[in-house]
């Protein structure tokens, strides 16, 4: 029964399985999703030569080559090391990396946890050799084997980096500094027309942790886990505001520019995009409000399609190596994987600004996660929304 349940909300998320199988791989998880098999597909059982060349696919400011700040640049040396030629693209959400995933023109992806349980079932990605990856020895323990990288005990992906989607604010045109996101919920706030939200389905969840803060009587207990009743107060909380919001972005350097002129003067946002325009000198600040956060913990997975895996397999190891660990943490704004990161940062105090090695901490985000008809919270006796009716809600709340 939790085996079809489970399959039967992928595919309502718009998922066509393929052929179903046992996944094999050299990986000794324990943890994990449970409860459904995903395609059969093989890790890579030995490492070779480098093919030459790697396509990337990548959230904003994880793949840095120079372009967008020549003092940013972790490709290069990449490049250097190995012979494989990168090219990057970027993506703004998760839905985006999926559509692109399905063309099977990219290597490796920096998956989220709202996207990649879809891009495991759907067959787009394959399980990882961890034994390939010397570094993900390193890498903190509470972040491998988790329900967003690694299904049935096998491993399909490297962890990377997280944190936490946080409420930001113009200091200059925000007071008091808020402490909760009644800020930007409240029909009767002040900031109507100067407030910006996350363009994705998955920000519902930022509505139901909201209200599971404020009106415990739904009974929310994990904001993707949400029966009819949860989600739709979830839903129409968003539509209450709508109003208030000026524009949804899902490109951190065009909310920046935002913020820069006034357009709008809070929302929420990456630490990427404070740090990039508290750079650019604009009075900017963020927290982790009182009802908490979603956040992510992204995995970089290897396409099942890539011609390049060996070049893959390099990319992770090297990606998550604690000099460019530690580099892609300071420039994105969140903890680093690698534990030995810690000891090359730039700043000595941004592990412990980030929590990184904090398991506590970490324990309290609400990280993104797939929604399923299966309710993740562990209800048996009633079905929960899936993704698919999330993407359809979202649309309807947009207008």
């Not at 349940?5 to 309502?12: C, F, H, N, P, S």
């Not at 808020?178 to 930007?184: E, G, I, K, L």
Request: glycine share 10%.
């Amino acid at each position: 029964m939790k085996n079809t349940a489970l399959l039967a909300g992928l595919l309502a998320a718009g998922l066509a399985l393929t052929a179903c199988g046992t996944t094999s791989g050299n990986s000794t998880a324990t943890g994990g999703t449970q409860g459904f098999t995903p395609p059969a597909l093989a890790a890579l059982g030995k490492l070779g030569p480098g093919e030459g060349q790697l396509s990337v696919l990548a959230w904003p400011g994880y793949a840095e080559n120079g372009s967008n700040d020549p003092k940013v640049n972790w490709v290069t040396p990449f490049e250097q090391q190995t012979g494989c030629k990168v090219n990057v693209k970027p993506f703004g959400t998760s839905d985006e990396a999926i559509s692109l995933m399905k063309t099977g023109q990219y290597d490796v992806v920096s998956a989220s946890g709202d996207a990649s349980l879809r891009l495991i079932a759907s067959g787009d990605v394959e399980p990882v050799n961890t034994s390939l990856v010397p570094n993900y020895n390193d890498v903190f323990g509470f972040l491998k084997n988790q329900s967003w990288n690694s299904v049935n005990g096998v491993a399909y992906g490297i962890p990377h980096g997280w944190g936490a989607n946080l409420l930001t604010w113009r200091t200059d045109k925000v007071t008091p500094a808020p402490t909760s996101w009644s800020v930007m919920f409240d029909p009767n706030s002040k900031y109507k027309g100067k407030i910006t939200a996350y363009d994705s389905p998955i920000y519902i969840a930022d509505a139901a942790l909201y209200l599971k803060a404020h009106q415990p009587d739904l009974g929310i207990k994990n904001p993707y886990a949400l029966d009819s009743t949860q989600f739709q107060a979830a839903v129409d909380l968003l539509k209450k505001q709508r109003p208030l919001v000026s524009e949804y972005w899902s490109d951190y350097l065009k909310e920046s520019q935002s913020l820069t002129s006034g357009d709008t003067v809070m929302g929420t946002a990456w630490q990427v995009t404070v740090n990039v325009t508290k750079g650019g000198g604009v009075p900017l600040e963020s927290t982790v409000p009182s009802e908490g956060a979603t956040g992510w913990s992204d995995t970089w997975m290897v396409a099942a399609k890539s011609q390049h895996k060996n070049c893959a397999y390099m990319w992770l190891n090297y990606i998550v190596s604690p000099k460019v660990n530690a580099q892609v943490a300071e420039y994105f704004g969140e903890a680093p994987a690698n534990s030995k990161a810690c000891a090359q940062t730039a700043d000595p105090k941004h592990c412990d600004t980030y929590h990184a090695g904090d398991a506590g901490y970490a324990s309290k985000i609400a990280y993104w996660t797939t929604p399923i008809s299966q309710c993740l919270d562990g209800r048996a006796d009633v079905k929960c929304e899936d993704y698919g009716a999330w993407t359809q809600a979202w649309t309807e709340i947009k207008g």
